[in-house]
């Protein structure tokens, strides 16, 4: 492989020119491959105005961003973004390009991918340099989380992946530290972009799980709808996002965004608290990774409590309650 | 109109997965094989599409012999035709190499509208394929789709809604487009006993590279730029701490531990 290609390359994701602090955590995760390599860690954006975007890459670590401004970028749109981020590819060629496994990050790398018909690996885990052959190794959990596959492109660069949210800790923000920025034109016609958005509705009940610290989750033991409120004002209370096995939402108690296992979200939260779940292999492999598992259940031979840091035996509508008038008293709320 | 379903074999995601780990190949001994789960929602809304616009369905797998179970499946759900791509050579696909051959047998299958793919498979887990398969055949690419609103063959028009993080995206895209879909966006059938004796008793035809007209060296292990160099089960996760007493004093020391991993703002 020649070596023209250098450094590690971060996407910067935004919703119509607007980043969160997440927007920028693979600058973290890169700048410990870049490190690792001896290169630099480099940001690209493409948006209508990435002035601004750029500079805040800079205070997180970014030694250059790479930019392409132009109106027929104001919102993601795949063909637009993954044309844009070829350009830049082909000319800057980065060694490894890292994505977040957001539907925007998956929905560009698929596509750039397919366009540079390079490998793709996905959801990644953990990432690290290899020692003999300098590739990036990549983990990432198969059969939902039952087992785990190391991949590695020693074929083609660059090396592109997807990350998994939150896995690898957040870049410091240092507002001392500035990138330079390459600005390159690009455009494209809006018929070769095929898309257009007609809509966005801000969803009421967001459930963002992947990036929720605390899930409150309910399964079949909760026994119909009326018992996720119950589920739901734990959740509540403890600032957390609401969860579902697959026998809840397939009974229709709950709608499929709340789905945690291998045909609903792979989740990694601090603090996974299980209701009425018995632990069906399909459900564990979704949240086993969680850091600290409660599981609160009548029967005291469900599977969960073997995976579980603390194990309530009792029902759930006498726990749950309890659980919510303690926390209030003891937080102060 | 004509649509194409993309649908995979997977292992039952009821089972226990065994791998033969020296190996890194799967115990298919004893272990049931089943249409990827995410799949039947795109074949139902390709049913469902047909019932409302009138519309062809091709249900297109790759695979070994074995795969045609899934095509018969969809046989007896009432797809038109299905298409079998079986060569020793695409084993060990990866997800560009698995795209450029779904992608050469769409284009041999030929005039199609609309190609409808579940969100990802439950073995590899990826969920690339579709966005790959729409940049290499230069179609509309729509993901997370948990909606078709509108299918406008005439004036090649789709539009649907996009479940993405925070909200629904409401996207029009020109015809033809890759679309796929989410688990919720509607309730797949079950065949009946008189789809199933008649989808047993069809000739399924397989296509090999040559067929399809992709290059060898695109295909299979040798084409695949990614692979998997090891694989291991995830550490054991030992059970924990079972609380004892009643129902207060377990919900209190609970309270205690949660509030000691100072997560809870």
């Known amino acids: 492989m020649a070596d023209e290609y250098k450094d590690v390359w971060v996407y910067i994701e935004h919703k119509d020119g607007v980043t969160t602090p997440m927007s920028y955590e693979l600058l973290g995760a890169g700048k410990t491959l870049a490190d690792a390599l001896g290169s630099k860690v480099c940001a690209f954006v493409i948006g209508e105005n990435t002035d601004e975007i750029a500079k805040t890459a800079g205070h997180y670590g970014a030694s250059t961003v790479y930019a392409i401004d132009g109106a027929s970028f104001k919102t993601f749109r795949p063909a637009a973004f993954a044309k844009a981020a070829a350009t830049l590819v082909n000319k800057f060629k980065p060694d490894i390009l890292l994505c977040r496994s957001t539907t925007q990050g998956q929905d560009l790398s698929s596509a750039l991918a397919g366009q540079l018909e390079v490998g793709l690996g996905s959801d990644a885990i953990n990432l690290q340099i290899d020692d003999a052959s300098k590739a990036v190794k990549l983990t990432r959990a198969a059969f939902g989380g039952n087992f785990l596959a190391t991949y590695m492109n020693t074929k083609s660069k660059p090396q592109m992946a997807t990350v998994r949210p939150k896995v690898f800790p957040m870049p410091q923000l240092d507002t001392s530290k500035n990138a330079e920025v390459v600005k390159e034109s690009f455009s494209i016609a809006e018929d070769d972009i095929r898309t257009k958005i007609l809509q966005f509705a801000q969803s009421e009940t967001s459930v963002n799980l992947v990036e929720a610290d605390i899930i409150v989750s309910g399964g079949r033991g909760v026994g119909g709808s009326e018992g996720f409120s119950v589920v739901k004002a734990l959740a509540d209370a403890l600032g957390g996002a609401m969860g579902a096995s697959r026998a809840a939402v397939d009974s229709g108690w709950i709608p499929y965004e709340h789905q945690v296992g291998q045909t609903g979200k792979t989740v990694k939260p601090k603090i996974y608290i299980a209701c009425g779940i018995s632990g069906a292999i399909q459900h564990l492999a979704g949240m086993r990774t969680s850091d600290c598992i409660v599981a609160i259940n009548k029967d005291a031979e469900a599977p969960i409590f073997k995976i579980a840091s603390f194990g309530v035996v009792g029902d759930y509508k006498q726990v749950v309650p309890k659980l919510i008038e303690i926390f209030k008293q003891k937080a102060g709320k | ?265």
């Open chain 2, 1 to 265: 109109m004509k649509i194409v379903v993309c649908i995979k074999q997977v292992p039952d995601t009821e089972a226990e997965v065994k791998w033969d780990l020296p190996k890194g190949t799967l115990k298919r001994e004893g272990m049931d094989s089943i249409t990827n789960p995410f799949d039947e929602f795109a074949l139902e809304e390709a049913l469902l599409t047909k019932e409302k616009y009138d519309a062809e369905i091709v249900a297109l797998t790759m695979g070994p012999d074995k795969a045609v179970d899934v095509l018969r499946n969809a046989l007896a759900l009432g797809v038109d035709q299905v298409c079998h791509v079986n060569d020793a050579a695409i084993a060990g696909s990866d997800t560009l190499a698995t795209s450029y051959i779904l992608g050469k047998a769409i284009e041999k299958i030929g005039g199609v509208d609309l190609v409808l793919c579940g969100k990802q498979a439950t073995d590899g887990n990826t969920g690339s394929v579709s966005g790959e398969l729409a940049t290499r055949l230069g179609f509309s690419q729509l993901t997370f789709v948990g909606k078709i609103e509108e299918v406008d063959a005439a004036n090649k028009k789709i539009k649907v809604q996009r479940g993405i993080e925070g909200g629904i995206e409401t996207v029009e895209g020109q015809l033809p487009a890759v679309v796929s879909v989410l688990k919720g966006i509607n309730e797949p059938r079950l065949p009946n006993l008189m789809g199933i004796r008649k989808a047993a008793k069809v000739q399924i035809p397989a296509w090999d590279c040559d067929a399809i007209g992709a290059a060898k060296d695109k295909v299979g292990a040798e084409g695949s730029h990614g692979k998997v160099v090891e694989l291991t089960t995830p550490p054991p996760r030992s059970a924990g701490e079972m609380l004892k007493g009643e129902i207060d004093e377990m919900a209190s020391t609970l309270v205690d531990k949660l509030l000691d991993l100072k997560v809870i703002k």
